[in-house]
């Protein structure tokens, strides 16, 4: 009687990687093949190069730009010298949202002393899939006195999650020519 080989080994399954992030910081706090609460997908060399040690993690940053996430690689070599000295110090994550904005992802609509939140059909399918839907995900817009954000007159915290479902409704007590809204740069908005 005839013996069959055996053949011993690793079966080697396809799987995506991803980047876990923060999302108010655009931080990369991990890196696994298991997708979790913001998430984003990244290259498989790219993921085999930061396990060798090739390249590194803490060099990647999670940035919301063109109406979809995207990670930048934050270490980059300055060839320039540049003379010109610019020491204008700017929040770049805390600004006052535009009256309009033709790409903007979530609008806020100002009405008589209420504010409507709604998110537009691209937001919602980047919400759905960039969040897990089991955590909360809030987003904050600070109500202010207008072009004065040192006074706060509201605080909207705003479920991400329940803008892919309903627009949110705030009452705010003053109308729009009496504040300005802020909120930290995280998407694209527009305050009408």
């Keep these: 009687m005839e013996r069959k080989d055996i053949k011993f080994g690793v079966e080697k399954i396809d799987h995506k990687w991803y980047f876990h992030f923060d999302t108010n910081t655009g931080m990369v706090n991990s890196m696994s093949v298991i ?22 993690m803490a060099f990647y940053k999670v940035v919301f730009e063109n109406g979809a996430y995207k990670y930048v690689n934050t270490v980059q070599v300055i060839t320039e010298v540049s003379e010109e000295k610019n020491y204008k110090n700017e929040n770049k994550n805390f600004y006052k949202i535009p009256d309009v904005l033709q790409d903007s992802q979530i609008v806020l609509t100002h009405k008589a002393n209420k504010i409507f939140i709604s998110a537009t059909q691209q937001m919602k399918g980047i919400i759905q899939e960039t969040f897990d839907h089991k955590q909360s995900n809030s987003h ?14 509201a605080l909207l915290d705003v479920e991400l999650n329940d803008l892919v479902h309903k627009e949110l409704e705030f009452d705010i007590g ?6 300005s809204v802020y909120c930290r740069k995280v998407f694209d908005y527009c305050y009408v």
Excluded: R, T, W
């Design 35 to 56: 997708k979790e609460n913001s998430s984003i997908e990244i290259p498989e060399q790219m993921a085999l190069n930061i396990q060798s040690g090739v390249d590194n």
């Design 174 to 179: 003053l109308e729009k020519s009496q504040c």
């Design 140 to 153: 904050k817009f600070y109500v202010c006195q207008k072009n004065d954000h040192s006074i706060l007159h």
